[in-house]
T-cell receptor
């Protein structure tokens, strides 16, 4: 089966500009996660969707970050305006609901964002 | 979110077994123990998971303590390709959250 697709792979922007990342999860996966991974740290969960509804966005800086998952399939994560500290790898993951917690999540390759 | 504790780093030699420990003393009865690893410049990948019994798959084995307050990921014969950061994660509750800690950076010496 095809994996989780993310684009772009790399992005360089100036501070105060806006940027968007796209994620296409594995077909049929109801749960989608966005993570931010700063160099040297573990991935930090930003937002979790179940179908097109938000399950958890407690760690999402809502003054500048937004995410949507229209139609419960692919998703976009936006940053506006970007700050230097947003430089990180943004990871998308998906998992099926079919077996509840007894199932694994699949990750994309990530988008490396550099804010200058 | 239930918390796990792992050593920051470990080192082993190629073709030797590796035992990666994880403490999770606050685990609840319905929490699954999941392990993921992250190779350099890649997204995390699933390794193994279990609830109460020990588990084996083609990548590794998971040994779970009888009281479930700790577990050990076992790589039976490490290769250079196993050098990665290994994350032990508890998954529980209805939300299916997947929350990472700092993980253990495993170095394999040739």
């Amino acid at each position: 089966e095809a994996g989780v697709a993310q684009s772009p792979r790399y992005k360089i922007i100036e501070k105060r500009q806006s940027v968007a990342f796209w994620c296409n999860p594995i077909s049929g996966h109801a749960t989608l996660y966005w993570y931010q991974q700063i160099l040297g740290q573990g991935p930090k969960l930003l937002i979790q969707f179940q179908n097109n509804g938000v399950v958890d966005d407690s760690q999402l800086p809502k003054d500048r970050f937004s995410a949507e998952r229209l139609k419960g399939v692919d998703s976009t994560l936006k940053i506006q305006p970007a700050k230097l500290e947003d430089s990180a790898v943004y990871l998308c993951a998906s998992t099926t609901l079919a077996r509840g917690l007894n199932t694994e999540a699949f990750f994309g390759q990530g988008t490396r964002l550099t804010v200058v | 979110d239930a918390k796990t504790t792992q050593p920051n780093s470990m080192e082993s030699n190629e073709e030797e077994p590796v035992h990666l420990p994880c403490n999770h003393s606050t685990i609840s009865g319905t929490d699954y123990i999941h392990w993921y690893r992250q190779l350099p410049s890649q997204g995390p990948e699933y390794v193994i998971h279990g609830l109460t019994s020990n588990v084996n798959n083609r990548m590794a084995s998971l040994a779970i303590a009888e009281d479930r307050k700790s577990s050990t990921l076992i790589l039976h014969r490490a290769t250079l390709r196993d050098a990665a950061v290994y994350y032990c994660i508890l998954r529980g509750g209805g939300a299916q959250k997947l929350v990472f800690g700092q993980g253990t950076r495993l170095t394999i010496n040739p």
